[in-house]
């Protein structure tokens, strides 16, 4: 199982977007791939029009946490790699103000405890399998 990612371009406004529920994603340059190596940022591997495909995904299915005021997202079971550092999880803080774009960057759950509610619900929504939702929840992954 392999996610598709599409062809998507940035708009003049150097946004990716609209998603169905109309939120717009802005590539970072310092968690960019191209980017100078900073110890206190992670960073992507995946192409910027990909960073806005994990976005998308996550924010038409609302996969919100509570505990961090913002989306997580994983793809394919965790197969998807985002990250330079093997991260299989992304975070996208909610915006201070709702009309901004959303950025985003790779985590591992170890440094961002996610909601049980979500990792529960990614799993009966077949997202993850078992041995991947205690690796979540224990910060392994």
Known sequence: MSH??????????????????????KPISYHNKTAATNKH???????????FE????????????????????IMDNGDIVMGSN????SFFPNPVNKTDPYHGFPIDSGEYELSIELVDR???NKIIDDRLHIKI???QI
Do not use: A, M
Request: glycine letters at 6%; proline letters at 3%; a positive charge.
């Open 86 to 89: 093997e991260e299989r999880l």
């Open 41 to 51: 940022k992670s960073t992507w591997i995946l192409k910027q029009n990909e960073q």
């Open 4 to 25: 598709h990612f599409p062809k998507i371009k940035l708009n003049e406004d150097g946004l990716f977007g609209p998603t169905l529920e109309k939120h717009f994603y």
């Open 122 to 124: 990614w799993l009966e």
């Open 137 to 139: 929840l224990k910060g």
């Open 54 to 73: 994990v976005f998308r995904v996550s924010d038409e299915s609302n996969w919100f946490c509570k505990n961090r005021n913002g989306l997580f997202s």
